[in-house]
């Protein structure tokens, strides 16, 4: 049995200044600092940026604003670099594996190519940039109506690759480095971008109804799919651009009090979300990894 310790440690400090420019206009300004352990840096300043104004009748806002966000790593990845390098704890990938012993029998495991994970030189923390508008209009004495816009870029989002993946063109002439197995490298390379237009009614609409309505329309798109996410084809990211895991074109929420400020009163929530994407596999493996393969129309 054995035993790997580590310590991961990360600091963030904020500094944020409200300024009321004028009894209409209203302006926020922020930033944030990040440190994490693996991924050092001085730079990793992320300013926000928001303002707020009203109409001279207090009855319409207008809202805007941008910001930069650092993601995490998170401890597991951390700790798969410290257990899987090579010694502390060996693990194996075997393609087409018998039954019931996936070995040949008399097999010394010792004298298989471990696997093991690493990350590049390169490796930064990712960060999108967060940036939305939007109005918001009472309507008669109670209820408001508002309509808001948001926009994300993500970049340098994390990925895995094997970097001891079987060479191209035909993939079949074994791994490069046959001392080793599935070589996991730690990689920023992933980009994501997203949209979604907000639409909400929210605030006492009748003396017997009060609450929140509101229905998204959004959609989001990236080539990865977190740090323990790999490309079919380990050399391309060709046919990976989709929908992102996440992704929901249409979501529709609404929490809601009947009969409010008497001593019986109703409340109700109601979710309604379309579905979220799949991946479709080939059944495959044509790239002699151990990994999930799409058809190969996605990859032209």
Same mark, same amino acid.
């Given at each position: 049995?054995?035993?790997?310790?580590?310590?991961?440690?990360? +600091?963030?400090?904020? /500094?944020?200044?409200?300024?009321?420019?004028?009894?209409? #206009?209203? /302006?926020?300004?922020?930033?944030?600092?990040?440190?994490?352990?693996?991924?050092?840096?001085?730079?990793?300043?992320?300013?926000?940026?928001?303002?707020?104004?009203?109409?001279?009748?207090?009855?319409?806002?207008?809202?805007?604003?941008?910001? @930069?966000?650092?993601?995490?790593?998170?401890?597991?990845?951390?700790?798969?670099?410290?257990?899987?390098?090579?010694?502390?704890?060996?693990?194996?990938?075997?393609?087409?594996?018998?039954?019931?012993?996936?070995?040949?029998?008399?097999? &010394?495991?010792?004298?298989?190519?471990?696997?093991? !994970?690493?990350?590049? %030189?390169?490796?930064?923390?990712?960060?999108?940039?967060?940036?939305?508008?939007?109005? %918001? $209009?009472?309507?008669?004495?109670?209820?408001?109506?508002?309509?808001?816009? $948001?926009?994300?870029?993500?970049?340098?989002?994390?990925?895995?690759?094997?970097?001891?993946?079987?060479?191209?063109?035909?993939?079949?002439?074994?791994?490069? &480095?046959?001392?080793?197995?599935?070589?996991?490298?730690?990689?920023?390379?992933?980009?994501? +971008?997203?949209?979604?237009?907000? @639409?909400?009614?929210?605030?006492? !609409?009748?003396?017997?109804?009060?609450?929140?309505?509101?229905?998204?329309?959004?959609?989001?798109?990236?080539?990865?799919?977190? +740090?323990?996410?790999?490309?079919?084809?380990?050399?391309?990211?060709?046919?990976?651009?989709?929908?992102?895991?996440?992704?929901?074109?249409?979501?529709?929420?609404?929490?809601?009090?009947?009969?409010?400020?008497?001593? #019986?009163?109703?409340?109700?929530?109601?979710?309604?979300?379309?579905?979220?994407?799949?991946?479709?596999?080939?059944?495959? &493996?044509?790239?002699?990894?151990?990994?999930?393969?799409?058809?190969?129309?996605?990859?032209?």
């Amino acid at each position: 049995m054995g035993r790997a310790k580590f310590w991961m440690n990360g +600091i963030g400090a904020f /500094v944020l200044d409200q300024i009321q420019i004028g009894p209409n #206009l209203q /302006v926020n300004a922020g930033l944030r600092y990040d440190w994490q352990t693996y991924f050092k840096s001085a730079l990793y300043f992320a300013p926000r940026f928001s303002l707020a104004y009203s109409t001279p009748d207090r009855k319409t806002i207008l809202r805007a604003g941008s910001g @930069l966000f650092f993601d995490r790593s998170g401890a597991q990845p951390m700790a798969d670099l410290k257990r899987y390098n090579g010694s502390a704890l060996r693990s194996f990938t075997l393609l087409n594996p018998t039954y019931p012993t996936p070995y040949p029998a008399g097999t &010394d495991l010792s004298t298989l190519p471990t696997n093991l !994970v690493q990350r590049t %030189e390169a490796t930064r923390i990712p960060y999108s940039l967060n940036f939305g508008f939007g109005v %918001e $209009r009472q309507i008669a004495k109670g209820p408001a109506v508002a309509a808001t816009y $948001r926009g994300t870029l993500g970049t340098h989002l994390f990925r895995s690759r094997d970097a001891n993946a079987p060479l191209p063109p035909f993939y079949n002439s074994g791994r490069p &480095d046959p001392d080793f197995g599935t070589i996991r490298q730690l990689e920023s390379e992933g980009r994501q +971008i997203g949209n979604a237009l907000d @639409l909400t009614l929210q605030g006492k !609409v009748s003396r017997w109804f009060s609450g929140m309505a509101q229905y998204t329309l959004s959609h989001t798109e990236n080539n990865t799919g977190g +740090i323990a996410w790999y490309p079919a084809n380990q050399f391309t990211l060709a046919g990976e651009h989709g929908g992102a895991d996440f992704d929901q074109r249409h979501r529709f929420n609404l929490l809601a009090t009947f009969n409010e400020d008497h001593w #019986l009163n109703l409340g109700a929530s109601v979710k309604r979300y379309s579905a979220l994407p799949y991946t479709d596999t080939s059944g495959h &493996d044509s790239f002699h990894t151990g990994f999930p393969q799409r058809p190969a129309s996605r990859y032209k």
